[in-house]
């Protein structure tokens, strides 16, 4: 159970680290294809819609990064006696990686910024999952 929960884990760093470090996961190529796909749109308006939807996905990715990074840490002997602090920083640790790679790239930026905004996915998805727990612990029969 161990092995195949951080498998996963594994497998979607490296999904992630790999699309990241690819041209077509640059704005500049977002802003290509959304023109394409929506011709009536102004070019202020695409590009608008394409900060909030890499921004989304900047959330998005490192909440559901923070399930299964918490599930895998969970079953892991020596880490589950803190398993929100463990999480937030292996996350975190991941969040940092993949900006610091993506400035290794002419058509990627590496950004603190986005490591911030990482954090808001990370502490959303630990806050949930506190949640989560809270009630499982008050619910009947517990």
Request: proline share 4%.
């Amino acid at each position: 159970m161990v092995f195949l929960r951080w498998l996963i884990v594994i497998c979607y760093v490296a999904v992630l680290l790999i699309f990241s470090s690819q041209p077509a996961s640059s704005a500049h190529s977002m802003t290509k294809w959304l023109l394409e796909m929506f011709p009536n749109l102004s070019r202020a308006q695409i590009s608008a819609l394409v900060f909030y939807i890499r921004k989304g996905l900047h959330v998005a990715g490192y909440f559901f990064a923070t399930g299964i990074i918490f599930q895998a840490i969970n079953v892991t002997p020596r880490l589950k006696k803190y398993p929100y602090l463990a999480t937030f920083i292996f996350t975190l640790l991941f969040a940092i990686v993949d900006e610091w790679q993506q400035s290794f790239f002419p058509f990627r930026t590496g950004s603190v910024k986005d490591v911030v905004l990482d954090s808001v996915g990370i502490l959303s998805a630990l806050g949930l999952l506190k949640i989560n727990q809270q009630r499982k612990k008050r619910a009947p029969g517990n």
